[in-house]
């Protein structure tokens, strides 16, 4: 299985499927889970937590966020990353713990409900909500910021749930693991790199809720041709751009 595309990446999120989503190998080098919060289901949960540390956050905005007064856990935030993690919750109306694969769908489908309000959380909980940075994946090149920006692209509520996926040993499964795993599980896999290329591509500084995503058709775009006389004869130069990388390409052409 190959990367997939950001186009390819949206239909499985709108369909409530997980994407598995790689960061740069300078930064964390791991692969998280992404899954849209307003559709989590007791399945791709429980999966998740099977393939993961089982310790998942939920990414939104912080107009989400602040609208379910879900203040920072503390004043001072000493986590390398700067992630800015909030108190943590629970569905008031949770059936069980809160802990189950069922519960944490569940409060997880209620934060991303647009009429949800303070009330219905219990904090703390078993759930653990992040604020995404302002500007997204642009800003700040981290999984809590692709997750929103995604589920923003996708037209959906910018809520999300994300989990780190580990290795049978235990420790953070690196590169290639999390791209062999996309391969068992049919789960499609995404980079970081390759969003903030897809942005820069299609919408520049637009704020992604104004946008509507552009369906992708061919990995590279044509830029220019042009003729090159040679002691064979002519040749076409044909000049490509990988819309995903930003790579330049050129064919050589002979004849027709």
């Known amino acids: 299985m190959s990367l997939?595309?950001?186009?390819?990446?949206?239909a499985e999120l709108r369909a409530g499927r997980p994407v598995i989503v790689v960061d740069n190998e300078?930064?964390?080098?791991?692969?998280?889970v992404v899954l849209a919060a307003e559709l989590a289901s007791q399945e791709w949960i429980a999966w998740t937590v099977k393939n993961s540390s089982g310790f998942i956050c939920a990414p939104m905005t912080n107009e989400i966020a602040d609208r379910l007064e879900l203040p920072v856990m503390v004043a001072n935030n000493e986590d390398s990353r700067g992630t800015n993690y909030t108190v943590s919750v629970d569905a008031?109306?949770?059936l069980s713990t809160g802990i189950s694969a069922a519960d944490r769908a569940h409060?997880?489908?209620?934060?991303a409900n647009l009429d949800s309000?303070?009330?219905?959380?219990h904090r703390p909980?078993?759930?653990?909500?992040?604020?995404a940075v302002e500007g997204g994946v642009r800003e700040r090149d981290g999984h809590t910021e692709a997750a929103v920006d995604l589920l923003k692209l996708a037209g959906m509520t910018p809520v999300g749930a994300i989990a780190e996926i580990v290795a049978d040993d235990g420790e953070m499964m690196r590169l290639p693991g999390p791209?062999?795993?996309g391969q068992r599980e049919g789960v499609l896999v995404i980079t970081i790199e390759t969003l903030i290329a897809y942005l820069q591509e299609f919408h520049c500084d637009q704020p992604l809720e104004t946008v509507t995503p552009i369906p992708e058709t061919s990995r590279v775009i044509f830029e220019v041709e042009t003729t090159v006389p040679t002691t064979h004869g002519p040749f076409r130069m044909r000049a490509y751009r990988d819309r995903m990388t930003g790579a330049d390409h050129v064919a050589i052409v002979a004849g027709t």
Request: aromatic share 0%; glycine share 6%.
């Open 26 to 32: 300078s930064r964390e080098n791991e692969g998280d």
């Open 107 to 111: 409060t997880l489908r209620v934060l």
């Open 4 to 10: 997939a595309t950001i186009p390819e990446a949206l």
């Open 179 to 181: 791209i062999e795993l």
């Open 125 to 131: 909980g078993h759930i653990l909500p992040l604020r």
């Open 117 to 121: 309000s303070p009330s219905s959380l």
């Open 92 to 94: 008031a109306d949770r």
